[in-house]
């Protein structure tokens, strides 16, 4: 896939339109990439986070919404929450695929042709990596195939495990999740 690059890196210092926030559903930072982003964007991030909240009180797992990127190297930050890992029974992979659709709708809504993505859900909400790579993978894929807006889709993974579980799938989307 051309338009889709693994890179490891700190995703508050990738230079895209957007990046994308694995956030929780108050929007109103926390640990991981969601304290990093918003420790490293500032005050603004979380300002216009307190607006979608009082218009529309948060943000379902599975979806996406938009605010500034404060100090960041990107014109947005796209907030998505993943779902939490409970054995694959409470329609995870399907809430994991809607944030990565949600996010690009909603860049490709917003003329991004840059976005960067962490790896959703698979730190402290515990989605298994593998599994989460493919489903990250497949969803973006599809997506590309009928858009040409977005000029690159980075997949910033923060460790080298990580990384090279995505380079797998990127290289060869048909691959199984055993590694």
């Known amino acids: 896939m051309k338009r889709v690059r693994v890179i490891q890196e700190d995703i508050t210092k990738v230079h895209v339109d957007a990046i994308v926030n694995a956030a929780n559903s108050s929007l109103l930072g926390g640990g991981g990439v969601d304290g990093a982003i918003h420790r490293a964007g500032g005050p603004a991030i ?7 909240r009082r218009r529309q009180g948060g943000c379902p797992i599975g979806e996406a919404v938009l605010t500034g990127a404060g100090n960041l190297p990107a014109k947005y930050v796209i907030h998505t929450v993943g779902p939490v890992w409970n054995g694959g029974s409470k ?16 860049a490709v809504r ?27 993978v497949k969803t973006i894929a599809s997506f590309l195939e009928q858009d040409h807006q977005l000029k690159e889709v ?26």
């Not at 997949?155 to 590694?179: G, Q, T, Y």
Request: with cysteine.
């Open 91 to 106: 329609q995870e992979d399907q809430l994991l695929a809607n944030c990565y659709r949600r996010s690009l709708q909603l």
């Open 46 to 52: 979380l300002e216009d986070c307190y607006a979608i």
């Open 154 to 179: 980075l997949l910033v993974c923060f460790d080298e495990d990580s990384k090279r579980i995505c380079e797998k799938f990127v290289e060869n989307p048909a691959a199984s999740e055993e590694h």
């Open 110 to 136: 917003h003329h991004v042709e840059t976005i960067a993505f962490p790896n959703i859900s698979t730190g402290i909400y515990h989605f298994p990596k593998a599994r989460a790579a493919r489903i990250a």
